[in-house]
């Protein structure tokens, strides 16, 4: 588009000697530029919203103008008194509760099973210079506070007697602990506690080396690097079966989400991806690519679905490329779509406002549904009863809004009606499969560790440290899904797997460990010493 002249405003008189072609040139151009202002407004608001708006996708719908505020309630000519109690020097106004009087500073907030419980016992100074038989212990009070100590480290020093024998005169000595490692000076514990530390609590090696060096401990970053990548190696074959385990459920939900990993030029990095799959028996893997190609779904699921399977995504063309292939069933999400009138909104508030009133109706449904615990066929009836003309009202009205052509196609609101109206049968699937979810929230909240921690993985160089990354969290985020204690999960199977059968292996992913050794979990020196 040639750039506007600057040129001064022409007289009414010079306009009317324009040639028609001029006229109509002018007005193309002028319809041109009001195309480019609207984009770039739309671009600005979305740019504003990134940076100092409200991030959540939540309505605020608009209160019922009938219906006062709380700073509109009528104030009162006289004010309550409150009861006081007289103190030296003044007045104190009493609690508005009774929680400082009843406060029990005894009572748990705590586990005792799995806090560890220092005891300190207070003299009581009314005792001093009495004899023991000057007063009488007639109870005690107890009170808790929460500690910490810096940077918890243990050293376990392990001494083994040499003896000889005099019958024999031979030397023995035992052997010293087998560790998860051959010949590494870290214990179980301390590598369990370093994988947490990075992928679930997002804490950096070198944050951990330096405070490693705080608490007296001298070791090598690269050190801590190798046992982070060692142990990682000893899980892959979970994370195999974890995922086969995935491939095999009849509905599975998928996605993409960036890593920068490899080196992709001096000081440069690549642009790669997860593709977390999340299957029906709630288990997580993050398979790793260094794209995003249509071919990386194929690698993940393979070519023979399950039968009567359904793939549930995001408008990707990937997914509808896979299930076309396939013959899989693709479904696709209804917060995807939300967010696209969402993104409307400030173009066309009312007509966007529509749109997300009959999308937050099919959410008022799902609601009820998991109010009233339904599933199977009373799920699928009651979709069909109460959801279903819903959807149909909505396709109705988006096909109308797109006959009536009142809008630029490059409009914010066009691209949400025709992303709607363009996967309409997808959107529909949920109804009749109750078992299909309406959206991929699920998966979204289960890969939230990715770029929560994509701050951590900076400095994963090689695709094969990213890989690592996705074995480690998809065990770690399956272990959430099944609320397993993941300190107490690696532990014990770090010790496991290189004595449990191969061909067993299936049953050390979270979901069955949890029912074959979840109740007498294998645990680690220290903390048999602290039982």
Partial sequence: MPAPSSAPVPTLAEAAQWAPER?????????????????????????RRQLFGQKSEKRLVSPDPAQMHLGELPIPDTQPELAGKTVAGHTRRAPRTDYAQDKDESALFFDE???????????????????????????EKVSHRLAQRPGSYVILKYVRPVIKRRDTQTIHCPAAPAGVLEGSRADVSFLVGLLLDKFAWHLPLYRQH????????TVSRAWLTQLAAQAAALLVPIYEAQLASIRASRVKAMDETPIKAGR????????????????????????????????????????????????????????????????????????HCRREFINAEAAEPELAAKALEFIGALYTVEAKIRDDKLKGEAKREYRLDHARPIVAAFFTWVQERLDAQGLLPSSPLTKALIYAHKRRAAL????????????????????????????????????????HVGVVQSLIATCRLHELDPYDYLVDVLQRVDQHPAADVAQLTPRLWKQHFGKAPLRSDISRRAA
């Fill in 23 to 47: 006229v109509v040139e002018l007005a193309q151009a002028h319809e041109d530029l009001q195309r480019q202002v609207q984009t770039i407004q739309h671009q600005l608001e979305w740019f």
């Fill in 113 to 139: 099973t799995r806090v560890p419980i220092e005891t300190i016992t207070l003299a009581n100074p009314e005792t001093e210079g009495l004899a023991a038989d000057q007063f009488e212990v007639i109870g």
């Fill in 210 to 217: 330096q405070r490693l060096a705080d608490a007296g401990i």
């Fill in 264 to 335: 992709a030029g001096p000081g440069k990095m690549k642009a790669c991806y997860f593709w977390p799959v999340y299957g029906e028996l709630h288990e997580i893997c993050f398979p790793f690519f260094d794209s995003r190609a249509h071919s990386n779904v194929e690698k993940v699921l393979g070519l023979k679905p399950t039968e009567g399977g359904v793939l549930l995504s995001d408008g990707y063309g990937a997914y509808e490329t896979y299930a076309s292939k396939t013959g899989l069933t693709h479904a696709q999400c209804w917060t």
């Fill in 428 to 467: 529909e699937v949920f109804l009749a499969d109750p078992d299909v979810p309406i959206d991929t929230n699920h998966l979204e909240r289960a890969l939230r560790p990715i770029p929560l921690g994509r701050k951590n993985w900076m400095f994963s160089w090689t695709e094969l440290g990213a890989q």
